[in-house]
Nanobody
Framework: QVQLAELGGGLVQAGDSLRISCTAS????????VAWFRQTPGEEHEFIAA???????MYKDGVKGRFTISRDNAKNAVYLQIDNLKPEDTGVYSC????????????????WGQGTQVTVSS
């Protein structure tokens, strides 16, 4: 069973940058495709970015440039860097992982973290 944990959320101001991390309980995390999703109250998980086992990133249309996904296999971690934060970036950011699936649909990922709240004030 893979357990994921997100860290790094918080209350920030518009224009700030933030890096949130996702760490895994398994040493083989490098063998997993990992995605970041954002959720706001009453809404479904919204795909933001994903990174494959071979470190190929993919992004939701329109976010590339402010959002950067990366991974450090030595630290069993995947990161999401968010630059020039905007109030509409507010939400709970969750990472999700799959050994075999990669894409923008939440149902592709069987393993999820609890999420970390990011709140951007204007």
């Amino acid at each position: 069973q893979v357990q994921l944990a997100e860290l790094g959320g918080g209350l920030v101001q518009a224009g700030d940058s933030l890096r949130i991390s996702c760490t895994a309980s398994v040493r083989s995390f490098s063998n997993y495709n990992v995605a970041w999703f954002r959720q706001t109250p009453g809404e479904e998980h919204e795909f933001i970015a994903a990174i494959s086992r071979v470190i190929v990133p993919m992004y939701k249309d329109g976010v590339k440039g402010r959002f950067t996904i990366s991974r450090d296999n030595a630290k069993n971690a995947v990161y999401l860097q968010i630059d020039n934060l905007k109030p509409e970036d507010t939400g709970v950011y969750s990472c999700a992982a799959s050994r075999s699936q990669l894409g923008s649909e939440p149902q592709l990922y069987p393993y999820w973290g609890q999420g970390t709240q990011v709140t951007v004030s204007s």
